[in-house]
């Protein structure tokens, strides 16, 4: 997370105005996320000259997909990604604009990993920290 | 109203050489979402990045120049270009989505879908009165989500410039009415045509007549 756990590194000065314009809704719904990911992660692969993957909710990937469920609060979902996108060894990165429970992002964890990449990190510009005890997995 | 911008030649026209390894890149998954479509895919574009970079950098070229403050992306395949575009253009970027996503103040556009209707939503203040807009979205089928974007953009006072789709079905080639109005032609759009002719026939045609 560029906003430093550890608090001897100097925060990065561009944080203070992204936090700045980032606006907080009361009692909005947290529903369909996916998209919100498609925002930061192809200007970010284009910068580092990775490929883009979409990983998305079911049922908008067309052709072969692999899936894979998560806990909502109540029930499940799902998130899917193409075959073929990742080939074994690749090394990944998974954006998302929030991190709440994580369980999104376990969600893509797996489905990378299933497919034989590395998952380097997951990056998200937004926590929220009184979530964090539910973290089931969070590598860096 | 605006020409119909072409980038790739037809009858000895100038062909813009990203596009062949743009097209090429562009997979058809035929029966998506359902039987008779055959579905454009971008996402095998994706995995190129110079590909991506050539498609973002055609957008680019054509607006660099024009003054755009604000691109306009159409949820979901719309977010995945107009952030590179408005990054790129120095411009900001606005999401126009499904009902509900949107947490705040909204201004809503209905739309008719093949069966029933759909809505498009943006954030009320986004965009002020007179700026110049460019709206983004994978593909043009119908038409009916880009007239509904022009419409929210119009409603709140914009100048919808352009709508830029990089893949587009060949009636859109001559302009195009739309909603029936014969003085709103298709703004223009930069498209190519990532379907093989052969398979396209009033009822089976290349792109999507739903929302996916």
């Not at chain 2, 579905?39 to 607006?63: C, G, H, Q, S, W």
Request: proline share 7%.
């Amino acid at each position: 997370m560029a906003c430093g756990e550890d608090k001897e590194q100097k925060q990065d000065p561009r944080i203070e105005g992204i936090a700045a314009s980032i606006r907080v809704v009361p009692d909005f719904p947290k529903k369909g996320i996916e998209a919100r990911g498609f925002i930061f992660g192809p200007p970010i692969a284009l910068a580092i000259g990775a490929k883009f993957i979409p990983l998305r909710k079911p049922r908008k990937l067309p052709g072969e997909v692999i899936s894979e469920k998560y806990v909502l609060e109540y029930g499940t979902d799902c998130l899917e990604m193409h075959v073929g996108a990742v080939q074994p060894g690749d090394h990944a990165l998974v954006v998302d604009d929030l991190i709440a429970t994580g369980g999104t992002l376990c969600a893509a964890m797996n489905l990378l990993e299933r497919a034989g990449a590395e998952v380097v990190e997951c990056a998200c510009v937004i926590e929220l920290p009184e979530l964090k005890v539910h973290y089931i997995r969070y590598s860096s | 109203m605006k020409e119909v911008v072409m980038l790739e030649g037809e009858n000895g026209g100038v062909v813009d050489p990203r596009l062949q390894a743009i097209k090429a890149a562009i997979r058809v998954v035929p029966h998506f979402p359902k039987p008779g479509i055959m579905f454009n895919d971008i996402t095998t574009m994706l995995l190129r990045p110079k590909v991506f970079k050539d498609a973002v950098e055609i957008f680019v070229d054509r607006y660099r120049d024009m003054s755009i403050s604000a691109v306009a992306g159409v949820e979901a395949r719309g977010f995945i270009f107009g952030p590179p575009i408005a990054l790129a253009l120095g411009a900001k970027f606005i999401p126009l989505r499904k009902p509900k996503k949107l947490p705040g103040e909204v201004i809503s556009e209905s739309y008719v879908l093949e069966y029933g209707t759909d809505s498009l939503e943006m954030h009320v203040g986004a965009v002020q009165p007179g700026e110049r807009v460019i709206i983004i979205d994978d593909l043009v089928a119908t038409g009916g989500t880009l007239c509904a974007a022009i419409n929210l953009l119009e409603r709140v006072g914009a100048d919808v410039v352009e709508c830029a789709c990089l893949i587009g079905l060949p009636k859109f080639k001559g302009g195009c009415w739309l909603n029936g109005k014969p003085d709103k032609f298709w703004l223009g759009n930069i498209y190519i045509q990532a379907c093989d002719p052969r398979l396209q026939t009033d009822m089976n045609y290349c792109g999507q007549a739903v929302d996916v």
